[in-house]
């Protein structure tokens, strides 16, 4: 577990550089990278929606629209359950980061973030998305969350697109949005510095191996106005499976060792748009037709979920039944 002391200073450094006039692009990139180290393992992650508008060939959406699997948007009763749930846990931090689908797609996605992060068991938030949908409306609903974040309790956005040209972009995620997102990107943070808002944003590149990213023409691409906190991250490697493997230009390394200990991802929580709770909550802890790491759902007492969990945890360390969506995973950790 990380140090609550040490998390708690970092934040008040945070709170303070956000609000300073014009701090240093380096710091709050810096501050920002050693809040999500502390993080650790043990988090919440808020999946408001499993709809998506893209269909990203790293991602096994595409395969899920072929199964029974039902897509929704979580009600208000069931994000209002969950918030009780957690209110009642060791957990800090939310990352409203869906397994599959977009944020964005939830009508009241601003809202639903707003009660999340008025709560005081909540220190730290984080976003993800696609941003298809951050259209000028979406910008003014962000605007407003962040200017209402007094605590700021929401240090990281992180946009994910796929390479620097439409080409690119449309053999990864399956779109013709890349326009689309070039420009809403671009007037997001016209309107922060417009705003005099201080937030860092990632550029979060999912891109085939041979694809080359330049740090000056992708802040040219995407960083039009110049907003001096907005960092990119090139992402070359992708989380094995059958599906990444029936793609030749994603990267990725097989890993055939059997680890003895179980991954500590596993203590992450996915509360899912079905009112389900899952163990973990990377691209691949669902896969179609497998509920290996789903714990329970929002009706279960606490007791079971952890018990479930735990569950999971001991066959595989005592009896080396590795879950299947763990199997082959590259991005196990088990400090």
Known sequence: ???KTSTKYLMKIYNWLSQSKNPHPGLINAVNHALTRRIGKRYIEFELTNICNARCIFCPYPDFLKTDKKFVRMDFESYDKALQTIDKLDYSLISFTPTTGDTLLHP?????????????KIKQVIFYSNVILL??????????LIKNDKEKKLFSLMFSVGGM??????????????????????????RLKEENLIIGIYIKMRIPEYHVVDEKTAQNLFNEYKYPYTFVDDNKY????????????????????VPKKACSYLQKTRFAADGGIWADGCVLSELPNDSTLRLGDLNDSWDNIEKNRNKIVQDWEQKQEIPLPCQGCTIYNCD
């Open 238 to 257: 992708f989380e094995v499976s059958d599906h990444v493997k029936a793609y030749d230009e994603l990267k990725y390394t097989e890993n055939n060792v």
């Open 108 to 120: 009241d996605w601003d809202k639903m973030m707003a009660k999340a992060m008025a709560m005081d």
């Open 165 to 190: 040209d439409a080409e690119t972009y449309k053999r990864i995620f399956q779109v013709n949005k890349f326009d689309v997102v070039v420009k809403n990107i671009n007037h997001f943070q016209k």
């Open 135 to 144: 259209d000028e409306e979406c910008t003014e609903k962000f605007i407003q």
């Open 1 to 3: 577990m990380p140090s």
